[in-house]
């Protein structure tokens, strides 16, 4: 890919992106912001995020039920076991 000079571009433009969003450097990513909204839902499981969720997709006259999950994940990281080696904490008073 990178012996193409379209692919070189591309890798490229997706560095320079990752590095605007890691550093904090909004004037590379106006476009983003000015041709899409972004809309983070973040809560405590039955909560009523997914309910908010499909709501504000009906309100820009999306169908929820055809939105990738990748997009509107609906969800929340299972719980792993702590690794091994890392402090325990204890509750004050236990």
């Given at each position: 890919m990178l012996q193409h000079p379209?692919?070189?571009?591309?890798?490229?433009?997706?560095?320079?992106?990752?590095?605007?969003?890691?550093?904090?450097?909004?004037?590379?990513?106006?476009?983003?912001?000015?041709?899409?909204?972004?809309?983070?839902?973040?809560?405590?499981?039955?909560?009523?995020?997914?309910?908010?969720?499909?709501?504000?997709?009906?309100?820009?006259?999306?169908?929820?039920?055809?939105?990738?999950?990748?997009?509107?994940?609906?969800?929340?990281?299972?719980?792993?076991?702590?690794?091994?080696?890392?402090?325990?904490?204890?509750?004050?008073?236990a």
């Open positions: 379209v692919g070189h571009r591309a890798i490229y433009r997706s560095y320079e992106l990752l590095t605007a969003l890691l550093t904090g450097q909004p004037e590379k990513l106006r476009f983003f912001h000015e041709c899409y909204r972004f809309i983070c839902v973040v809560g405590c499981p039955r909560h009523g995020g997914s309910y908010l969720t499909k709501h504000l997709f009906l309100a820009l006259g999306i169908d929820p039920d055809r939105v990738p999950n990748a997009l509107a994940h609906d969800g929340f990281p299972a719980r792993r076991r702590q690794v091994q080696g890392a402090r325990q904490h204890r509750r004050v008073g």
